[in-house]
């Protein structure tokens, strides 16, 4: 059997529309010093590192050695590894994967982007079938406000109900200072944002950022050397199990829905709203963040907003969701994930500051891309059996 | 380390252009070639790794168009961006972690539906070297000559690994290139950047490749005999060109010195039988030989003079035929890899070595083989 992982170090960068001040390397190298410094770690202590983004985003091939002056990369083994918009949870569990084999004890896994060098939306078309889905599905919006108005039309969720979740999670934002947009919205002021496609407007929708994030995985015979609060990785798994838009079924998000009764099933998960104390989801619309935690299991099918509205998943309530202010509030796409799984790390080890779940001990961190695929780690402070 | 072994191989015919096939199309039937190698069905398959890069396919997330192809549903799945080989590393990890008993990795390549010259000028340094118009091809011949001027290698030497490579081809029925040729026919070829010439460097290729890996409960389900996975390695240099010495490849060496520590390999040139390493280019294997550790730096002029890389020679090199003879770029590092598979196996056809026990496999990332991956393959677990 492999080893047990944990997560001893996390490091981000602060993420902007554009950080002009920085190049590519240097944003990578803000977030691997970070996630160092936090780790107490130096350079020469990595084995390997894993590095994932979106290639046509910056226009650079071959990242994996590109990057090594800002990774640390020389004279280091190094891995590219990328999914689309699952790259930072699918770096995550490359990280993981890479510990858990046994052949290495200290892995550092970056994601980044630098969306401000490209065309976001003119390079994500280009990720559908030219011929049967290009023309329909082009861009991350469409099949977002596709599966929107999917949900609206079988729940009767309104409008309304998804701005609550785009106002929370910018407020949850508030309290975290590498976020892109933190901002003190109500629902109106989303109602009135210009419409981008029905019925997904302006603020229901992720930015695009600027931004990179690391994190030290360490095996079980180094992790607690060093740090006393390790966040175990309980398990992870993921599904891809689409290649077209045309394949999924628009009641639910499936991958989502199978990836998580999977892993809940092995670590005995019964009642996700009770145990687990904190989510960070990777919703990149508001109307993905009532939906989704009904795929979750957090809510029945229709229920979320009635969830939502309770306040249980704001900070105090009882699963507080995005304590980052999730991907709503900072995109970076190649890091994203990798930022859902560094956040629930800082909420195991307690030292999420600001915006700190008091307690926390179980937390799900998810990642969304590709063609509706789902990634999902999660991460607790109980070492696994 | 503990027991990983290739269970099933599946390639493609190595061709200029398929016109008729998309991606998932090749991808699809390495999938079924590899499994009906192993005798395995796709319901035993626990998780899928992919090979992929969205320059060369000129697709963003190029890995979405293959998904349904490699029967990833339902499954684990990731995608290494990188020469195939890696992504064989990473799924003998995933078996390694105790989470798997089998990955599927595939990797494919349409370099016909590319332009290579724009695709790999992409992967220099926006800032402060891509305007220079640095490509695979421009980049190679700067190490060519920095490695010749420095270890007195000759044109000819480098020549004669085309013509020893290509002749291996005409026994490799999926090879792109056998070819019949003479050190004067490489000599007379076109010059594309000096002292690169045409028949010194690899072709234009579509194709794809599929292995399945087990552990050691599952391969014995397999009707394949298992050839076991015995050492990795991977490592990369700097970056920058200017950074590094192009003549010699420290990080191929650092790579190599860990899969041979895992492998217990002590003697590379004694204990290896048979060697696929990643010719792209003509010197490559030359250089990538001394790397290895199969002879000093600046031996392996010496080593193609004396024939020890001939089928018939103390270390057969490229029995397949190499990159030179088909390279399709991602998917080569699987390539060497299966036939080092293949002949361990003891089922490479009519190119079979004689009692072949320990084969390597090698496969590059970035400029001028930066980032290498080193891989042991073995009869004994």
Not at chain 1, 37 to 59: K, P, Q, S, T
Not at chain 1, 357 to 377: E, H, Q, R, Y
């Given at each position: 059997m492999g080893k047990r992982v944990a997560i001893v170090g996390t490091g981000q960068t602060h993420c902007r529309s554009a950080r002009k001040d920085v190049n590519g390397q240097e944003l990578i190298n803000e977030a691997v010093v970070r996630a160092l410094?936090?780790?107490?770690?130096?350079?020469?202590?990595?084995?390997?590192?894993?590095?994932?983004?979106?290639?046509?985003?910056?226009?650079i091939n071959y990242v994996d050695t590109w990057s090594v002056d800002g990774s640390g990369g020389f004279m280091k083994p190094i891995m590219k590894v990328t999914t689309g918009g699952t790259t930072g949870t699918t770096v995550a569990m490359a990280g993981y994967y890479h510990v858990a084999s046994g052949l290495f004890d200290k892995v550092l896994a970056i994601g980044w982007e630098k969306n401000s060098e490209s065309d976001t939306t003119g390079a994500i078309i280009t990720a559908f079938d030219p011929v049967l889905d290009r023309p329909t599905f082009g861009g991350a919006v469409g099949g977002l406000a596709a599966a929107a108005l999917r949900y609206m039309a079988m729940t009767g969720a309104t409008e309304r109900d998804a701005a609550m979740v785009a106002v929370r999670d910018r407020k949850h934002a508030l309290n975290n200072p590498y976020a892109h947009l933190q901002l003190d919205l109500t629902i109106d002021d989303v109602m009135?944002?210009?419409?981008?496609?029905?019925?997904?407007?302006?603020?229901?929708?992720?930015?695009r950022t600027d931004g990179a994030c690391a994190v030290v995985f360490a095996s079980e015979d180094v992790a607690t050397k060093i740090t006393q609060t390790p966040a175990w990785v309980q398990g992870t798994i993921n599904r891809h199990n689409y290649a077209l838009a045309c394949d999924p079924s628009w009641d639910s998000l499936e991958t989502l829905e199978e990836g998580s009764r999977i892993l809940y099933e092995r670590l005995g998960i019964k009642e996700p709203l009770k145990e687990f104390d904190v989510m960070e989801l990777y919703t990149p619309s508001s109307f993905a963040g009532l939906q989704w935690i009904e795929e979750l299991g957090l809510a029945k099918r229709g229920e979320a907003p009635k969830l939502v509205a309770s306040g249980a998943t704001n900070m105090g309530g009882e699963l507080p969701i995005n304590p980052s202010g999730g991907v709503l509030s900072s995109n970076p796409i190649g890091a994203t994930g990798l930022q859902r799984v560094a956040e629930c790390a800082l909420q195991i080890m307690g030292k999420a500051d600001k915006?700190?779940?008091?307690?926390?001990?179980?937390?799900?961190?998810?990642?969304?891309?590709?063609?509706?695929?789902?990634?999902?780690?999660?991460?607790?402070?109980?070492?696994?059996? | 380390m503990d027991r990983v072994a290739i269970?099933?191989?599946g390639q493609t015919k190595y061709e200029r252009r398929k016109k008729a096939e998309t991606f998932a199309d090749m991808v699809y039937e390495v999938t079924v070639k590899a499994l009906e190698d192993a005798g395995l069905t796709i319901k035993d398959i626990g998780n899928v790794v992919t090979v992929s890069n969205d320059f060369w396919d000129g697709r963003t997330i190029s890995s979405m168009a293959i998904q349904d192809a490699c029967g990833s549903r339902h499954k684990d799945i990731s995608t290494v961006e990188g020469d195939g080989l890696?992504?064989?590393f990473y799924g003998a990890m995933r078996i390694l972690s105790g989470s798997f008993?089998?990955?599927l990795v595939v990797a494919h390549m349409k370099g016909s539906e590319s332009r290579m010259n724009l695709i790999t000028n992409a992967m220099f340094d926006p800032i402060y070297s891509r305007m220079l118009g640095l490509d695979a091809i421009t980049s190679a011949a700067m190490q060519a000559r920095s490695y010749m001027d420095r270890f007195g290698i000759t044109e000819e030497q480098c020549a004669k690994v085309s013509v020893k490579n290509h002749g291996n081809a005409k026994r490799n029925p999926l090879a792109q290139l056998p070819m019949d040729i003479t050190v004067e026919d490489v000599m007379a070829s076109r010059m594309l950047s000096d002292p690169v010439k045409l028949l010194d460097a690899s072709p234009i290729t579509d194709g794809a490749a599929a292995v399945i890996l087990a552990n050691g409960q599952a391969a014995a389900k397999a009707k394949t005999t298992p050839v076991w996975l015995k050492g990795v390695g991977h490592c990369s240099d700097a970056y920058h060109l200017g950074d590094r010495d192009l003549s010699r490849s420290p990080a191929l060496a650092a790579a190599a010195k860990k899969a041979y520590a895992m492998a217990g390999i002590a003697k590379p040139l004694e204990q290896i039988d048979v060697a696929e390493v990643y010719d792209a280019f003509s010197y490559q294997e030359l250089m990538w030989l001394e790397g290895l550790g199969f002879c000093e730096e600046g031996g392996a002029g010496r080593l193609i003079d004396e024939g020890v890389t001939q089928m018939n020679g103390k270390l057969p090199v490229n029995p397949s035929g190499g990159c030179l003879s088909a390279h399709a770029v991602m998917v080569a590092g699987l390539a060497r890899l299966i036939e080092a598979t293949l002949q361990v196996r003891g089922a490479a056809g009519k190119r079979q070595l004689s009692g072949c026990r320990t084969a390597l496999a090698h496969g590059i990332n970035g400029p001028c083989g930066q980032s290498h991956c080193v891989m042991i393959v073995g009869q004994q677990a």
């Open positions: 410094e936090d780790a107490e770690l130096r350079r020469d202590d990595i084995d390997a590192i894993v590095i994932g983004n979106m290639d046509h985003f910056e226009g009135k944002t210009p419409m981008i496609s029905y019925p997904i407007k302006y603020l229901d929708m992720c930015p915006r700190q779940v008091p307690g926390a001990k179980l937390a799900l961190a998810t990642g969304f891309g590709g063609c509706f695929w789902s990634d999902i780690m999660a991460i607790g402070a109980r070492k696994p059996a | 269970v099933g191989v890696f992504g064989v008993a089998t990955t």
